[in-house]
């Protein structure tokens, strides 16, 4: 059964930091690129970060550029988003989905599997 299950989101404070994981399933993960979005309430789901299948082309939201970095290990089916100097606009769910390829404009549409999303929160 194909899945995507992200972990890692938390209840921080701003500048702080966490790295969220996205393991995948059920697929032969090294074929699709995997991006980030997320979903703050009463807003529409956004684009954060993109990664392509061998790990070669990224590309970022530019209200996450220098402070999220996107990776992955093929080995291990996963992509990870490091996430520093954390805001209070960066609160949200954010969820791992896949697609073809990894574009600046991280189309929603064109994205499938997606998973089912891990809450960050950034509060004092």
């Known amino acids: 059964q194909l899945q995507l299950v992200e972990t890692g989101g938390d209840s921080v404070q701003p500048g702080g930091s966490l790295n969220l994981s996205c393991a995948a399933s059920?697929?032969?993960?090294?074929?699709?690129?995997i991006g980030w979005f997320r979903q703050a309430p009463g807003k529409e789901r956004e684009g954060v970060s993109c990664i392509s299948r061998s790990g070669r082309t990224t590309n970022y939201a530019d209200s996450v550029k220098g402070r999220f970095t996107i990776s992955r290990d093929n080995a291990k089916n996963t992509v990870y988003l490091q996430m520093s100097s954390l805001k209070p606009e960066d609160t949200a769910v954010y969820y791992c989905?896949?697609?073809?390829?990894?574009?600046?404009?991280?189309?929603?549409?064109?994205?499938?599997?997606w998973g089912q999303g891990t809450q960050v929160t950034v509060s004092s």
């Open positions: 059920g697929f032969t993960f090294d074929y699709y690129t």
């Open positions: 989905a896949a697609t073809s390829f990894c574009t600046a404009k991280l189309p929603l549409d064109e994205y499938k599997y």
